[in-house]
Nanobody, 121 residues
Framework: QVQLVESGGGLVQTGGSLRLSCAAS????????MGWYRQAPGKQRELVAV???????NYADSVKGRFTISRDNAKNTVYLQMNSLKPEDTAVYYC???????????????WGKGTLVTVSS
């Protein structure tokens, strides 16, 4: 069974920084893309950033230049460095990963339970 566990959320003032981590564990054969999504109150979940196994990164326009996604393949972990935080970044941040658990098996999408980031004005 695969688990994704996020950490690093919390309360920060406008302009501050936070670093989120997400570690995947369990019966993992390989991990393809890993990413971060967020969901603010009353809004749909949206993509924040994604990184492929080869290191190609994509960001939502709203976070470009402020957030950086990275990963440690040896640790099955993805990070999100968030700088210059704004109140509109307040949301629950979810980790997502496309994981293969057996040889010739399909890629399946797994989600963490989320970590709350609150940016005060």
């Amino acid at each position: 069974q695969v688990q994704l566990v996020e950490s690093g959320g919390g309360l920060v003032q406008t302009g501050g920084s936070l670093r989120l981590s997400c570690a995947a564990s369990g019966s993992i054969l390989s991990i393809n893309a890993m990413g971060w999504y967020r969901q603010a109150p009353g809004k749909q979940r949206e993509l924040v950033a994604v990184i492929t196994s080869g290191g190609i990164r994509n960001y939502a326009d709203s976070v470009k230049g402020r957030f950086t996604i990275s990963r440690d393949n040896a640790k099955n972990t993805v990070y999100l460095q968030m700088n210059s935080l704004k109140p509109e970044d307040t949301a629950v941040y979810y980790c997502n990963a496309d994981i293969v658990v057996k040889v010739y098996g399909p890629r399946m999408s797994y989600w963490g339970k989320g970590t709350l980031v609150t940016v005060s004005s």
